[in-house]
């Protein structure tokens, strides 16, 4: 990771977790993360909705960061179901993510869709973890920098900053899989995202936090988190237990 960029480790607990046990969790990670000194990363938990306002009330004082894993693009409306990224701002939220492949592929969001709600976060005063990344197919085709890259152009505000934005890469099939890229093709897609970044952002995209997801665990956390341009990681599976998640946020150290 960059020296002069600081590290987010993110979890991203997906549709998991009850109130209880899942605050139970949090504060066993809060316990682990108040005990350890020399901690460099950020540390976020993007949490389903049901648990954010007891959760936020919880951590107010903590150094670990809520957020939520979805918005819609306006700021209120006949959208039922739908949460706006100003609800998640009043309940105490300071980061959403926007566009997570799941979201893509089972909701069938556009990057225009995915741009709006960033759009949105920033809005609000959230920053947008915008998530990019091919399939299998695509990657296997030679593709993979071009979908990437096409997803980037079109799920990016304009106006985006390395203070409101953070930008997610995740091969779609390394996501749950337990498979993980080599550490060379992680190296060469963050090195290609970097690259974009600086050309639709200038000084900010040398700036803006790029992370890795895609079957992020304690042991191979260190060598993904050493990769050039990896700035952190969004935790799926591991970060719903409290040691896991922890032994990801200690690789980043």
């Known amino acids: 990771m960059a020296n002069t960029i600081t590290p987010l480790i993110a979890g991203n607990w997906k549709m998991n977790g009850l109130i209880k046990p899942g605050l139970a969790q949090i504060d066993a990670l809060t316990k682990l ?5 020399g901690l460099k ?9 049901t648990m954010l306002p007891a959760a936020c009330a919880q951590l107010r004082r903590n150094r670990v960061a809520v957020g939520g894993q979805d918005c819609h693009a306006a700021p209120s409306g006949a959208h039922t179901g739908d949460i706006s990224a100003e609800m998640l701002a009043d309940v105490g939220c300071k980061y959403v993510i926007c566009g997570h492949s799941e979201r893509r592929a089972d909701h069938h969001e556009t990057d225009k869709a995915v741009r709006r709600k960033a759009e ?4 609000a ?11 299998l197919e695509q990657r296997e085709a030679g593709e993979a920098e071009r979908v990437v890259g096409a997803q980037l152009t079109g799920s990016l505000p304009r106006s985006s900053s390395s203070t409101d934005t953070v930008v997610a890469y995740e091969p779609v099939w390394a996501i749950g899989t337990g498979m993980t890229p080599t550490a060379d093709d992680v190296a060469a897609m963050h090195d290609y995202i970097r690259a974009r970044l600086r050309r639709r952002l200038h000084q900010e995209g040398a700036k803006v936090r790029i992370l890795y997801g895609g079957s992020v665990k304690p042991d191979n956390a260190a060598e993904l988190l050493s990769v050039a341009n990896v ?6 599976g591991a ?3 409290a040691t896991d998640f922890f032994g990801i946020i200690e690789a980043a150290s």
């Open 231 to 236: 700035n952190g990681a969004l935790v799926g």
């Open 33 to 37: 993360t108040a005990r350890k000194r």
């Open 120 to 123: 949105a976060a920033h809005r």
């Open 125 to 135: 005063g959230l920053t947008a973890i915008i998530c990019v990344g091919e399939t």
């Open 239 to 241: 970060s719903l237990k």
């Open 41 to 49: 990363a950020d540390i976020l938990l993007c949490l389903p909705f």
